[in-house]
């Protein structure tokens, strides 16, 4: 049993089939389908099954799958151990964020990374939480901050909730509801952001599977810019509980809840490649990180550390 074997079960069972789990972990289809039938053949049993729905993992695939998440865990931990007393190398620490994260969450934390380790440069690469990926998987940050995100290649730590929550402003609002059905929503002025985004997705399916379709008064180009016009009382919008805490604890905005809809929930994610060690100086910015994310005032609601989640 190898790593990479491991490590190509993890795929082909997250992304639900060989040609997703390849373009994941950028090799080819063949090199996948080699992988796991080695890795059948060690163990002796069928980890996937066929069915009318596709790919599925197989009972003995099921048994399999949390010793195989243990498995990388212990690996990385591992070459972590190894390289523990490495001292720091003096380049930049490079960071991938979310541009919401970027935004609202990171100044506080490079502040108080800085404070303690002034002689420690930090350079912050912002991007979609996609880029944010593809940058740690490549090598071009050491540390990725995103929301909701898990990939076979990275470890993921969910530190906390950042639900979608819909706003409105506290007194321009329809008639000050703070509690509505999805259905009026729909015809209330709506003010949509970064199309295409997963936020942008997220909220249009909610309206698509309930067969409405919403009065989209506005499509702008960031959340930043989605609050403004809310604050202005040009409509509502769908924005992340991280962007709009502050002004929902002054009442400048308010918060309305979607009674006969589910919750759009998210997480604030960090991820670091497995198999890549961190730096000293990286593992204490994610120490700080994840000690920003359990007391941040932003956060409207009682924070609670989400732990380690690994894909």
Known sequence: MEIDQVETFLAVATFGGFHRAAEALRISQPAVSARIRSLEESLGVKLFARSRGGLVVSEAGRTFKPHAEQLLRTA???R????????ASGMPLQI????????????DVIKRFQQAHPNVIVSIRPGHSKEVLNMVLAEEAEIGLARSLQHPEVETISLREDPLLLV????????QARRAHLEKVASWPLIFYE????DWTLTHSLFRR?????????EVDSIETAKRMVERGLGLSFLPQMAVGQELRAQKLMAIKVVDAERLERSLDVIHPRRRPLRPEARVFLQTVREAAMHDPRSSQPRRNLGRNST
Not at 80 to 87: E, F, G, N, R
């Open 76 to 78: 990385a931990l591992a």
């Open 80 to 87: 972590q151990a190894v390289h523990q007393s490495q001292p």
């Open 96 to 107: 991938a964020a979310a541009l919401s994260i970027s935004v609202y969450f990171l100044p």
């Open 168 to 175: 409105a402003h506290a007194r321009r609002g329809p008639a």
């Open 195 to 198: 199309r295409g985004s997963s």
């Open 210 to 218: 309930a067969g409405l379709v919403p009065n989209v008064a506005l």
